[in-house]
């Protein structure tokens, strides 16, 4: 079945650094989705991407979709501590008919130091 | 506030015992996804409903099964359960009508713990 695997699994910075999480699809992917879980909360949608090399901003974010739709990464310019948190891409397989459900990555736990 | 609500928040059970988590997902939302996540886990889908059927399996024991009833709400059941069953589970409810990914939105999550 389809695997999207995430890395690296925990990241530690200190506020200010740039902050980047990786995603690989083993499939092609009609969609990617990023959520942002925050200690003790549950995941937050952050955005979607649809269009192949498609780059999507918010803020301090820049969100890019791999030429193939099988890759994504999220970045983080200067890092702040409300960013702390983990991040989760979450993949919709282009074959079939998948009904909207989402295969998620792992996750990033990301840690800021003030 | 996500729109989507979990009952109860908190469950402390027994080894063999079986328990119920609800889910009331957004106003207008037709599926019903339930994941579990384990410590240092990710989110593992269990399964999904939409409008009542059920429309996709993930890593779902066979000591777990769920239901989607008419007016949307959603249930999973697990039972006989082990000390590895203890866990945050989430509901999330999307449209999705036409297959299409949307937006999940998730709930804030049962934790269960099995002594």
């Known amino acids: 079945g389809q695997q999207v695997m995430q890395i690296p699994q925990y990241q530690h910075v200190q506020e200010g650094e740039d902050f980047t999480t990786y995603c690989n699809s083993s499939?092609?992917?009609?969609?990617i989705q990023w959520y942002k879980q925050r200690p003790g909360g549950h995941p937050v949608f952050l955005i979607q991407?649809?269009?192949?090399?498609e780059v999507k901003k918010q803020k301090r974010l820049t969100f890019q979709f791999g030429e193939a739709k099988k890759n994504s990464s999220l970045h983080i310019t200067a890092t702040q501590t409300t960013d702390v948190g983990t991040y989760f891409c979450?993949?919709?397989?282009?074959?079939?008919?998948?009904?909207?459900?989402?295969?998620f990555g792992q996750g990033t736990i990301l840690t800021v130091h003030p | 506030d996500s729109g989507v609500t979990q009952t109860p928040k908190h469950l402390i059970t027994a080894t063999g015992q079986r328990v119920t988590l609800r889910c009331s997902p957004r106003?207008?939302?037709?599926?019903v996804y339930w994941y579990q996540q384990s410590l240092d886990q990710g989110l593992q889908f269990l399964i999904q409903?939409?409008?009542?059927?059920?429309?996709a399996k993930g890593n779902i024991l066979e000591r777990f099964s769920a239901q989607q009833f008419p007016d949307l709400h959603s249930e999973l059941n697990l039972s006989s359960l082990e000390l590895g069953d203890s866990a945050l589970y989430f509901c999330?409810?999307?449209?999705?009508?036409?297959?299409?990914?949307?937006?999940?939105?998730f709930g804030p999550g049962t934790r269960l713990t099995v002594l």
């Open positions: 999330a409810s999307s449209v999705p009508a036409s297959g299409e990914a949307d937006t999940q939105y």
């Open positions: 499939t092609t992917l009609s969609n």
């Open positions: 991407l649809v269009k192949s090399g």
């Open positions: 979450a993949g919709q397989d282009a074959g079939g008919t998948s009904y909207g459900k989402l295969t």
């Open positions: 106003s207008g939302d037709l599926s």
């Open positions: 409903y939409y409008n009542g059927e059920e429309r």
